[in-house]
Nanobody
Framework: QVQLVEAGGGLVQAGGSLRLSCQASGRTSSRYAMGWFRQAPGKEREFVSAISWNGFSESYVDSVKGRFTISRDNAKNTLYLQMNSLKPEDTAVYYC????????????????????WGQGTHVTVSS
């Protein structure tokens, strides 16, 4: 079992930046691919970004490419999402997710592929 706790959300003006973090605890000795998803009010959850267990592979939804950067520090069991040039359409609850994966270049973009989820952190971008 892995427990995930997100932090770093908040209110920011358009064009601003936020850095989300996701602290993992529990069975963190295993190799886990991780990802970020978001859900805006009245919309379905969508994929944002994913990273392989060792950081060798990253993927992003087109709408955040060039603005968001995913990273991880396995020594600290922490996943990050640096969000720059934020737009009002980035407003959502952001969730981190994890799944066991030993593939060096395996990152996962579908929510159904993940076994563990955090409780979410709110991001609001004002215009």
């Amino acid at each position: 079992q892995v427990q995930l706790v997100e932090a770093g959300g908040g209110l920011v003006q358009a064009g601003g930046s936020l850095r989300l973090s996701c602290q993992a605890s529990g069975r963190t000795s295993s190799r886990y691919a991780m990802g970020w998803f978001r859900q805006a009010p009245g919309k379905e959850r969508e994929f944002v970004s994913a990273i392989s267990w060792n950081g060798f592979s990253e993927s992003y939804v087109d709408s955040v490419k060039g603005r968001f950067t995913i990273s991880r520090d396995n020594a600290k069991n922490t996943l990050y999402l640096q969000m720059n040039s934020l737009k009002p359409e980035d407003t959502a609850v952001y969730y981190c997710a994890a799944r066991y994966s030993s593939g060096a270049y395996d990152s996962y973009t579908a929510g159904k592929d993940y076994s563990y989820w955090g409780q979410g952190t709110h991001v609001t971008v004002s215009s």
